[in-house]
């Protein structure tokens, strides 16, 4: 029986209470000296546009504020590999001393114990700063998409977007394959969620795993109170009261072996969206940034803030989610092999990037338009970081790019990356 009591730690969590004792005077003293006139450089293990954004450029928004010496917040994406690659820098290569904290999947934090080589990190061993939200997990659908209740899932190949094969969009998908015969057929290879529901849209897939509750009434909260983008079955700790009549994995376990081992694959996200930082962290800045954010989290301004952009926030602290933390390591061998078991990597399919060659008929900030041999205009969007450009044939930047420059453009779709661009 899973014995964490999720009701206790989100009411502890909702007060945030103040477990930490303030910093002596001179310990205060020091840490404001250190802090005062730098930037926290605050990493995001995903592109811009998604609920792991949205929350991250919050608090680099507000959490300064509450550090001693008021030090700027700098967010700084770093995409890839569901968030791996975010979660191995912030471990072993970002700085120690307290100028860095980061934002990646909990669910790629028990990657390791899963089965993940390229996961170079130990779980016990990450300096957490805070958990801002308890997230409800959901795999949806578009409403042209056709398909309209996870029960097709049994009887019809449905096509999902995901990131790759290691990414919770993928796992989770995978995951119902494996677990419950499901026909689900995962197309990897799209950044992020923004570009998986770019693909919704255009028919590509019917689908995605891996959407918090939370990222979509933020961030896509026209599409889902329209009914265009539809939650057919929920992945959270426990079953949501706004979800009421969409099923939960739960309904589909057959012993209490098989929740923890759903658990491990879908229930991390009770750890929403955990706010790290490296290893080895001097402990009197580790304590001024955990009780920065317990006090942020309390701060009207930045609930005000949050409500603005409608990211629910029911916070805990470092503490709380060390335990849980813990109880999900915790685990008998026996249940993580049966996760790693479901979680096999088989056939890795790959997003077929589309080709335009065509001239560029104008160019307004990161937006591209581009007129095909056909004559017909095609919007795309390219970013300094992953449009990878040549002119002439030669490496150069997105800020060579000019109108009636001829190039041949590799993209995802209309209105969606373009990963490369030669022109000449």
Known sequence: MFLLNTRIMSAAGLAVVAVAVALPGGAQADVSGFYKGKNIVAIIGYP??????????????????????????????????????????????????????????????????LGETKAKFEIDKFTWIGNLDQTVGTCTVWHESGVNSFKEFFTREVIFGASGPTAVNSTHANGFNALFGTRIKVINGYPGSTNVLLAMKRGEVHGGCGFALSSIKATRRKEWQSGQLKVVIQTGFEKSDELKDVPHIYDFAKSEDDKKVMHLIYGTHILGRPVSAPPGMPADRTR????????????????????????????????????????????????YARAIKALEVGQVIKVKLKKLDGSIAEIRKRDVTVTGADGKAVKIKVHPKRTRVTVGGKKSSIKALKAGMKCNFEYFGAGDLAPKAACS
Do not use: C
């Not at 300064?64 to 770093?78: A, E, F, L, Q, S």
């Not at 029911?314 to 061998?333: C, G, H, L, R």
């Open 48 to 113: 811009p546009g998604g609920g792991y954004d949205a929350y991250m450029r919050l608090v680099a928004r507000h959490l300064g504020t509450h550090v001693p010496g008021k030090p700027g917040v700098v967010p700084r994406n770093m995409p890839g590999a569901g968030s791996l690659v975010a979660a191995n820098f912030i471990y072993s290569n970002a700085p120690k001393d307290g100028s860095a904290v980061g934002i990646f999947a909990s669910s790629t934090l028990f990657s390791k114990k």
């Open 288 to 335: 001024a940034l955990r009780d920065a954010f317990n006090a942020m989290v309390k701060d009207e301004k930045f609930m005000s803030d949050a409500g603005k952009l409608h990211l629910p926030i029911n916070p805990w602290t470092a503490e709380q989610m060390t335990k849980v933390i813990s109880q999900f390591a915790s685990y008998p061998d026996a249940i």
